[in-house]
């Protein structure tokens, strides 16, 4: 049972340049998040999934893109990068939404955009 | 969406219990209160949640007075690997959207 796995850990990107932030999960949640963390600060959410074929914004969504086609995965897309989204973005999965449900947290990709 | 607020930081020595307080002012009826444990390059962790009272688990107890205005996270006799940022978070109910709003943190350092 690996949890939440995230790929890559770390990555360079330029400016402009495009990636797919890969997170899947094996507890068979229905909930999946993809939150950012800049230094010293606390997570942000960028979107959630509330099941296959179904996403939502969170609190700042701008520049990022998801799909969710099966259960397990929930890829983040960032079309064109820019230095402001140079983070640390990890991925979590729950079993239903809000207080009841514990979020469980992959080990996070860092990304430099430079 | 209620925010919290937290000190930035704390200091304390093994074996000593630790308090870290919350402060959540406009915390809504039917939010719950839940504690996340982040050591550095790790994913936050689940440490305990509540809504009002007590709650206790294997590793922390959480103290929330009847206001709910604030609430207290309990790490008793703590060690060097307890050493990590602490979140108090509110929300995730119909309210808030079931959204959780993560604060910056406490960061605990713990002395020998």
């Known amino acids: 049972n690996a949890g939440v796995t995230q790929t890559p850990k770390f990555r360079i990107l330029k400016i402009g340049q495009s990636m797919t932030l890969q997170c899947t999960q094996d507890?068979?949640?229905?909930?999946m998040y993809w939150y950012r963390q800049d230094p010293g600060m606390g997570l942000k959410l960028i979107y959630y999934?509330?099941?296959?074929?179904?996403?939502d914004k969170g609190e700042v969504p701008n520049g990022y893109n998801v799909s969710r086609s099966t259960t397990e995965d929930f890829p983040l897309r960032l079309e064109l990068a820019a230095p402001s989204q140079t983070s640390v973005y990890f991925c979590?999965?729950?079993?239903?939404?809000?207080?009841?449900?514990?979020?469980?947290f992959g080990p996070g990709t860092r990304l430099l955009v430079l | 969406l209620a925010k919290t607020t937290q000190p930035i930081s704390m200091d304390s020595y093994e074996g000593q219990e630790v308090n870290i307080t919350c402060s959540h002012n406009?915390?809504?009826?039917?939010?719950?209160i839940t504690w996340y444990q982040q050591f550095p390059s790790q994913g936050p962790r689940f440490i305990i949640q509540?809504?009002?009272?007590?709650v206790t688990n294997e590793v922390a107890s959480l103290f929330i007075p009847a206001d709910r205005k604030s609430s207290t996270l309990s790490l008793p006799r703590v060690s060097l690997s307890d050493t990590a940022v602490y979140y108090c978070?509110?929300?995730?109910?119909?309210?808030?959207?079931?959204?959780?709003?993560w604060g910056a943190g406490t960061k605990l350092i713990i002395k020998p």
């Open positions: 507890m068979n949640h229905n909930y």
């Open positions: 978070l509110v929300g995730g109910g119909v309210d808030s959207n079931y959204q959780l709003i």
């Open positions: 999934s509330v099941g296959a074929g179904i996403t």
């Open positions: 406009n915390i809504a009826t039917n939010d719950y």
């Open positions: 509540g809504y009002k009272t007590k």
């Open positions: 979590a999965s729950s079993y239903s939404l809000g207080y009841q449900e514990t979020q469980y």
